[in-house]
């Protein structure tokens, strides 16, 4: 099975598992289970857009997640996550240590994909995925990925 039979068969199984679930939270929990057991990366999960309590700025916080133990507060611009807030699009990083601004929350973590989840044209959240490996994404895990965050 290629990488896009096996994406298609993981579309249906999460927009199946979270049908009729309202609770951003619950989704998100189960829709990064499936993508990292189903894929078998490294790290998947979740950080979501909060106002920071101390100065009212927005901030990138951790949400569900699969993996070891991660950043907890990542702020808009900086790193791969916060970059992808930024800017609004998906970013795909073949070698993290290339990536200006790079935060190593682990220094197992090679490269990433980050895929901005929008409400109203506004970023709300972003669905983070690491491998341990150099150059594990590309336009088929952008694609797909685009599609499992735009699920109803």
Known sequence: MNKSEKYELIYKQIASLIDGENDMIARMANVAAVIHREMGFWWTGFYIVRNSEKDGIGELVLGPFQGPVACMHIGKGRG?????????????????????????????????????????????????????????????????????????
């Open 80 to 152: 791969v996550c916060g970059t992808a807030w930024e800017r609004g699009e998906t970013i795909v990083v073949e070698d993290v240590e290339k990536f200006p601004g790079h935060i190593a929350c682990s220094s197992e973590s090679k490269s990433e994909i980050v895929v901005p989840i929008k409400k109203d044209g506004n970023v709300i959240a972003v669905l983070d995925i690491d491998s341990e490996n150099l150059a594990t994404f590309d336009e088929v895990d952008k694609e797909w990925l685009e599609k499992i965050v735009t699920i109803p």
